[in-house]
Structure formats: C-alpha cells, structure tokens
C-alpha cells in the first residue's frame, strides 16, 4: 500500500487537474456565449433595413446533389422549383448550381475544398451562399424575409440547429464535458454562409491545407473547421429554417417520406451476406433472426467456421480482428461466380448490423441495377489532398451485380486479409469512377448516437453495433415495418389498380 502522504498528493493532482479541465472548458463555452451575444447585438442594431434588403440575385443557391442519376433528377427538380419561383415573383433569375457539376473532384462534396471557388465566383455580385439537399423544399419570399435580418456585410452561420445529447464516437467524443454547447446545421433545413465569412474561410484555406484525415459525418466537421477553437463564428440558430413545415412562416422544409419509384425490388432480386465469426454464433446471429432476417428472401451467413445449426458457409479466411477485407472480397466472389447469378442486388452487413429489408426493398426502386451502384453512408479519407469516398460497413454496403462485375474484372484487391473491407473497397471503386451514392438512412452508429431532431424526419434503414443498448428493442422501435408502412403499400397497390 502506498504511503498516505503519496496517496494524498495523487488525489490532489488529480482535483487540481480536473479543476483546469473544468475551466479550460467553461472559457471555452464563455467565449462562444460572448460571441452569440455580441451577434445578438449587431442583430439588432441592423433589423430589417434598406442595407440589408436583399433580392434573389444577392443568393447564390448550391444543392448538395450526387451524380447517381435519380438524384441528379431530384436535384434538378428543386432547381427548377427555385427558378420557378423567381419568374412568379418576377425577380432577377438566382444563380442555382447542383454541387457535383462544380467539380469532378472525389472531395467536392465535402464543400469545404470548393470555397475558394465560391469565393472568386460570387463574392463581388452575392451577399449569401445557400446550401440545401435534394429533396429541401424552399420557400424564396419566407427566405428573403429571413435573411433580411442579418447584416451580410458580417460573417454569419446561418442554420436550424442540432447538437449531440451525449458524446459520441461518430463526432470523435468532442465536447464530451457538455456536448449540448456545441451546435452544428441540419442540412435537411438548409444553411447559409454569409460571403464575408466564405472569403475569410477562404483564406485560411489558403494558408492552411485540409488535413488527410476522415469525413465521417460533414455538417458537425464544417461546423468545427468554421467555429476554429472558438476564433471563427457558432452557428446563429434561424427558426424559419425548418424540416417538419408546421409553422406558415418556414422558409424551408424537408420531403423525408421513404423513396419509392415504382414498385419495391422483390426480395428475391436481393441476396444478404452476413459477415461473422465463430466466437458471436452464439450471441449475434440469435438477434438477426429475431429480428430482420425473416424478411430477407436470400441470406446466408459467412463464418471462419462451418456451423450447422446456424448454418454458417465458411469461406476458409481466418478471422481477424479488424479488416475483414479477405472475407468481404470472398463473398463478392462467390455471390458473383457461385451463386444466384439472376439476383440484382448484394448487401453486405455485419453481425451486429440492424437493418429494414423492406425499406431497403423501396429505396432500391430509385436505382438502376443494369448500371454500377456502390450504395449506403459515405465516409471519406484524406479527401483534403485527393483521397477517395467509401461506404462504411456497419450501416451496410449495397452493390449492383454490375458495380461486381467491374470490381473484380480490375486488378484492385486486398492488400491483406485484415485490410480495412470497406476502405478498401472504396479505392478501388473511386480508381474505376464508380462513385458512392450516398443514403443518409444508412446508419454506422446506434440511434443513442445520433441527434433526436434529425432522426426526426427519417425513415431509417439501418443502425449498427449492440453496444450499451437492447439490439431488438431498437429494431422493433426503428426499424421494423409498421401498420403505417403496411398501410401505404396497400394505399399504393390499390392507387395502381385503379390506374
């Protein structure tokens, strides 16, 4: 046993250090609050002014669109709304561009890297840049009167908040003494830069280069890069930017019904690949049957270790602790070579992967499976300095028997056994110009992880990891189908019958 007087001294240090971390922390959150109120301020110095009387042509609107070509069309049909709008309110037509025509560029959509060009192209003629997604439904007088209120000659963060109700791995535990200080935009609701801010972003960017890190969840990291430790300014809360559309004066709202166009993908055209080891044949496969795996049509389950009773395919790769690569590019092979060689669709998930076929089953309508698709959540890696996108693994990974067929007709492989599957995969799709399609429904992380606002307005496909939670619980709260999706499809298959 150590001595008292050592004990003490221990005890003492660590009092002292937790006091410093205290501090550290709420000056931190002191010099934010003073900058919120200091915005307040001017705020109400500037009101709603001839100075800050904006038209459409002082908004340069950029939507966050994707190449896949059902997005680009919905993409393009939000353009068209904007402009639609602009000529009834017989104004100056506003400069509208869909993120992926800006560049070709694996990073473009992270925004960030584009900046400089925003800056050079609106910042002599504009006051805001908006950004919004593909399916945010814009109402330009309720925006006008919106802006209106901040003084464009000042730099603004504008958005409908979110913030973190506990600390979260997804956001790398960041401000794990008080998540809830930190707010970051909901980009359903849309958000806007004020130019002022994009030309001082721009020059940092300058000056500093991204880092080659991971783009894991991009409206938290754009917030962090623009708040800079405090230096640059918090996201300013706009209540007009909206998502459910209750309030008459919403400026925006979000279109969040589930995909369908046309009927549901069958579940026979989709086989579903579990990926597991021997060591959670006894605890995780027990919960994919409980739960979702009735639902699937096709689904086998790829083991290290030939298990009867589940029954388990070993595909003779050894287990490894992390990767999987091996494994994954076992099962590309065999769905592609050796089995069910009419099914259209593979899906990849993990053991602790919970996931909604039938939901799966509507959003696979929008997709064309004659061409390469490589779907779910999109992550990047040292996208900054050229990297590359990939769907993370948990969420699940969605692929056209096509986006195989390329795949492995390419020379890109395993580096190892245990080489990160989904990363991987990634850079290989991103050398053939295959890119993501990104889905937001896919999840990495458990609901806990995730903002209570922005699940809000999902319809959500899959979570992941059992971790701290009752996997079934979740599923049959999240996931499962309901007697309001049983309903619509008997809304919709009556619909078509009278047709």
Same mark, same amino acid.
């Given at each position: ?56 042509? +002082?908004? &340069?609107?950029? *939507? ?9 069309? /919905?993409? @393009?049909? $939000? %353009? ?109 609701? +849309?958000? &806007?830069?004020? *130019? ?9 960017? /300058?000056? @500093?280069? $991204? %880092? ?288």
């Amino acid at each position: 046993m150590r001595p008292p007087t050592c004990r003490g001294r221990r005890l003492a240090l660590a009092a002292l250090l937790s006091l410093l971390t205290c501090s550290l922390a709420f000056a931190l959150v002191s010099k934010d609050v003073k900058k919120e109120v200091k915005q307040s301020k001017n705020l109400e110095k500037s009101g709603i002014s001839e100075k800050n009387d904006i038209d459409l042509k +002082g908004i &340069a609107f950029v *939507i966050q669109s994707q190449s896949n070509s059902f997005h680009a069309k /919905k993409a @393009e049909q $939000l %353009k068209q709304s904007i402009l639609k709008q602009a000529a009834d309110l017989t104004q100056e037509v506003p400069r509208v561009v869909l993120l992926h025509q800006l560049a070709q560029q694996e990073g473009a959509w992270t925004i960030l890297p584009l900046l400089p060009h925003f800056s050079v192209t609106y910042s002599r003629n504009s006051s805001w840049i908006f950004f919004c997604e593909e399916e945010t439904r814009i109402q330009i007088p309720q925006l006008l009167e919106a802006l209106r209120r901040y003084d464009p000659s000042k730099e603004w963060f504008l958005g409908k908040a979110l913030h973190d109700e506990e600390s979260t791995i997804i956001h790398h535990y960041a401000f794990s003494e008080n998540p809830t200080v930190f707010k970051y935009p909901d980009f359903a609701a +849309g958000w &806007a830069l004020s *130019i002022p801010l994009v030309n001082k972003l721009t020059k940092r960017l /300058k000056s @500093e280069s $991204l %880092k080659s890190d991971f783009t894991i969840d991009l409206k938290h990291e754009i917030a962090l890069y623009i708040w800079d430790r405090g230096d640059g300014p918090p996201l300013t809360p706009v209540p007009e930017f909206c998502t459910d559309g209750v309030d008459s004066s919403c400026a925006t709202t979000f279109h969040s019904l589930l995909p369908l166009c046309g009927n549901p993908v069958k579940k026979k055209d989709i086989f579903v690949a579990v990926k597991t080891c021997k060591k959670f044949h006894g605890d995780r496969i027990p919960i994919v049957k409980q739960t979702w795996a009735g639902q699937a049509g096709h689904i086998e389950y790829y083991s290290d270790y030939a298990d009867s009773s589940v029954p388990t395919v070993d595909l003779g790769i050894p287990n490894t602790e992390r990767g999987h690569c091996g494994k994954t590019f076992a099962i590309l092979e065999r769905f592609l070579n050796h089995s069910y060689d009419k099914i259209a669709w593979l899906v990849i998930v993990d053991d602790d992967t919970l996931i909604s076929i039938s939901r799966l089953q509507h959003l696979l309508s929008c997709y064309d499976a004659s061409g390469p698709v490589f779907l779910g959540e999109r992550y990047g890696y040292g996208l900054g300095t050229g990297g590359y996108s990939y769907v993370t693994g948990g969420g699940g990974m969605v692929f056209s028997r096509e986006a195989i067929r390329r795949l492995l007709a390419s020379k890109c492989r395993c580096y190892s056994n245990d080489a990160p599957d989904d990363m991987v995969l990634g850079m290989c799709f991103s050398g053939l110009g295959v890119p993501v399609t990104h889905s937001p429904l896919f999840h990495q992380a458990r609901p806990v992880d995730y903002p209570k606002d922005y699940l809000a307005h999902q319809v959500p496909i899959s979570f992941h990891k059992h971790w701290n939670i009752d996997p079934v619980k979740v599923y049959f709260t999240w996931l499962a189908p309901s007697e309001e999706d049983r309903a619509r499809q008997e809304t919709r298959k009556g619909f078509k019958e009278e047709l």
